[in-house]
């Protein structure tokens, strides 16, 4: 029987895997991360718990989105407005 949370679990994953090509430490430094977390827990089975890991996930995903959204307004600041000790 399959479980019907695997779609939500393949989601998330493949959003992982489309956020990490940006990471600060490179992109096969994310796979490499984020296939061990899934692996880690591949063998879980109780729903609640997998609801738990996929909140989780999006919980990172978030994270992520922030660091990006941060990095973008740092190279922004940074190339539109002079240095206010250094005129």
Same mark, same amino acid.
Request: aromatic share 14%; net charge positive.
């Given at each position: 029987?399959?479980? %019907? /949370?695997?779609?939500?679990?393949?989601? /998330? +994953?493949?959003? !992982? /895997?489309?956020?990490?090509?940006? &990471? %600060?430490?490179?992109?096969? +430094?994310?796979?490499? =991360? !984020?296939?061990?977390?899934?692996?880690?827990? =591949?063998?879980?089975?109780?729903?609640?718990? #997998?609801?738990?890991? #996929?909140?989780?996930?999006?919980?990172? #995903?978030?994270? !992520?989105?922030?660091? *990006? &959204?941060?990095?973008? +307004?740092?190279?922004?600041?940074?190339? &539109? *407005?002079?240095?206010?000790?250094? %005129?």
């Amino acid at each position: 029987m399959a479980n %019907p /949370l695997r779609g939500e679990v393949v989601r /998330l +994953y493949k959003n !992982l /895997l489309f956020l990490g090509r940006e &990471y %600060p430490k490179g992109e096969s +430094y994310f796979k490499e =991360r !984020l296939k061990k977390a899934f692996m880690k827990n =591949r063998d879980v089975k109780d729903p609640e718990k #997998i609801k738990e890991l #996929i909140g989780r996930g999006e919980f990172v #995903i978030k994270e !992520l989105e922030a660091l *990006y &959204y941060l990095r973008k +307004y740092r190279a922004m600041k940074q190339r &539109y *407005y002079e240095d206010k000790d250094n %005129p």
